[in-house]
């Protein structure tokens, strides 16, 4: 994902998904310090709205714990 922003810093999937990343592995302060670049970048950003697109994915019952864990993050 680091790569990815490094690539193109507006990568709205990139920032996220770092978020969702640094929760599970238990890195809350930088979850924490990425969730509110997401917002600072993204002020209309939506949890719910981001993961609409996603009911496609490979596993549908991973959706729930994204949501989990950016919720965490302080994503709303």
Do not use: C, T, W
């Amino acid at each position: 994902m680091k790569r990815s922003i490094a690539l193109s810093s507006g990568a709205l999937y990139a920032h996220v998904f770092l978020v969702d990343i640094y929760v599970a592995a238990g890195r809350q302060d930088e979850a924490l310090a990425k969730a509110r670049e997401v917002m600072k970048l993204y002020p209309a950003f939506s949890v719910d709205a981001f993961l609409a697109g996603f009911d496609i994915y490979r596993d549908p019952k991973m959706i729930p714990a994204y949501a989990a864990n950016l919720h965490r993050a302080g994503l709303k």
